[in-house]
């Protein structure tokens, strides 16, 4: 969930990559913004999908009862 990234900072290191990001698509450099995008979207798959309930599912907050 969105506190437990921002307490540990992995919000932060993730909004810090968009800077880098966003500007070789400025200088328009093609394969540094494809190599910079790939590994800010890797974190996908640890960062971002971690259930925020324990439940299981990720981005679920509510546990059913």
């Not at 506190?3 to 990559?17: C, F, P, V």
């Not at 968009?18 to 093609?30: C, E, I």
């Not at 540094?32 to 974190?43: F, G, K, P, Q, V």
Request: aromatic share 2%; hydrophobic share 40%; no cysteine.
């Amino acid at each position: 969930n969105l506190r437990n990234l921002a307490e540990s900072g992995a919000l932060a290191a993730s909004a810090a990559e968009h800077r880098p990001l966003l500007a070789a698509v400025a200088r328009h450099d093609r394969a540094t913004a494809e190599d910079l995008m790939r590994a800010h979207l890797a974190h996908l798959a640890t960062d971002w999908s971690t259930p925020a309930s324990g439940d299981g599912r990720p981005g679920h907050s509510e546990q059913m009862g």
